[in-house]
């Protein structure tokens, strides 16, 4: 599974991202994860079969994520 930089470094170059390491990444099941997805909520495109997140919106998820709690 890629490191959190690993997938900040596929972000900023703008590649996409798989959900699996985004959804624990960002502290999240990979079930309420993609139930986000379907909801509207997180921002994703089907490859084939896989479901991916384009970088701008993991670089969003990611930068929610390291924000403190006000």
């Known amino acids: 599974m890629p490191t959190i930089t690993e997938?900040?470094?596929r972000a900023r170059?703008?590649?996409?991202v798989k959900v699996?390491?985004?959804a624990?990444?960002?502290?999240?099941?990979?079930?309420g994860f993609y139930a986000a997805v379907r909801r509207g909520d997180?921002?994703?495109i089907?490859?084939?079969r896989?479901?991916?997140?384009p970088g701008r919106e993991a670089?969003?998820?990611?930068?929610?994520?390291?924000?403190?709690?006000a």
């Open 20 to 22: 699996p390491p985004l």
């Open 59 to 69: 670089l969003r998820l990611l930068s929610a994520e390291q924000r403190p709690a």
């Open 7 to 9: 997938i900040l470094e």
């Open 50 to 53: 896989a479901v991916m997140v």
């Open 46 to 48: 089907r490859v084939g």
């Open 24 to 31: 624990e990444a960002v502290g999240l099941s990979v079930n």
């Open 13 to 16: 170059a703008g590649k996409n």
């Open 42 to 44: 997180i921002e994703a």
